[in-house]
């Protein structure tokens, strides 16, 4: 069964910790994308990766890190410098093509409180 | 000014009705437009995808792209209350994908 999972469902963050969230797929796709979701902002890029240990920042980079060691996972790290950090995340990947091929698959993704 | 603008609605419709939702944009060069749902606290799930110019249907959900006005919509026909979520337009010009803010629907029984 093909798909994307990020764990876990609910993340609670205390002030100053760093927190971890996990992305992994199995539809042996090269690109991968964590975007953070906020009511009524939509969908913004924070970091891509095309190829294994490569990756460039998105729109909102600041505050989060990501790693890409192994092609099916791509963690993202929110650091303590991401000051507001309450959001919905969510993890996509696709295949590195153009037109229909970029087609962005998301996971089921992680919402990220403050305690 | 936005890349790509949506209205966010809400959007309340009574079940049966036709839907339309709307995105402009800024960039000339996009070719590649989409339209995604989102339900409640899940992923957004890709629902169409049009290359171009031009219409692209696919059962009760038509697609609409029209590159000389910057105008994309998508219609929904005979909207029935399983249809309620948020739908997301996104487009490319061959690489990243920018997002509309979406728009929240509500198909009332």
């Known amino acids: 069964d093909g798909g994307i999972t990020q764990s876990p469902k609910y993340l609670f963050r205390k002030e100053g910790q760093n927190v971890t969230l996990s992305c992994e797929q199995n539809?042996?796709?090269?690109?991968m994308y964590w975007y953070r979701q906020d009511p009524g902002q939509g969908l913004r890029l924070i970091y891509y990766s095309q190829i294994v240990n490569d990756f460039q920042k998105g729109d909102i980079a600041e505050g989060y890190s990501v790693s890409r060691e192994k092609k099916e996972s791509f963690p993202l790290t929110v650091t303590s410098a991401q000051k507001n950090p309450t959001a919905f995340y969510l993890c996509?990947?696709?295949?590195?093509?153009?037109?229909?091929?970029?087609?962005?698959?998301f996971g089921p993704g992680t919402r990220l409180l403050v305690l | 000014q936005k890349e790509v603008e949506q209205d966010p609605g809400p959007l309340s419709v009574p079940e049966g009705a036709i839907v339309s939702l709307n995105c402009t944009y800024s960039n000339s060069a996009f070719q590649y437009f989409m339209w995604y749902r989102q339900y409640s606290r899940k992923g957004p799930e890709l629902l169409m995808y049009t290359y171009s110019s031009g219409n692209k249907e696919d059962g009760r959900f038509t697609a609409q792209v029209d590159k000389s006005s910057k105008y994309i919509s998508l219609f929904i026909r005979d909207s029935q209350p399983s249809d309620s979520a948020t739908y997301l337009c996104a487009m490319s010009a061959g690489g990243k994908l920018i997002f509309g803010q979406g728009t929240e629907l509500s198909v009332k029984p």
């Open positions: 539809l042996n796709h090269d690109a």
């Open positions: 996509a990947s696709s295949i590195v093509g153009t037109g229909v091929q970029e087609t962005q698959y």
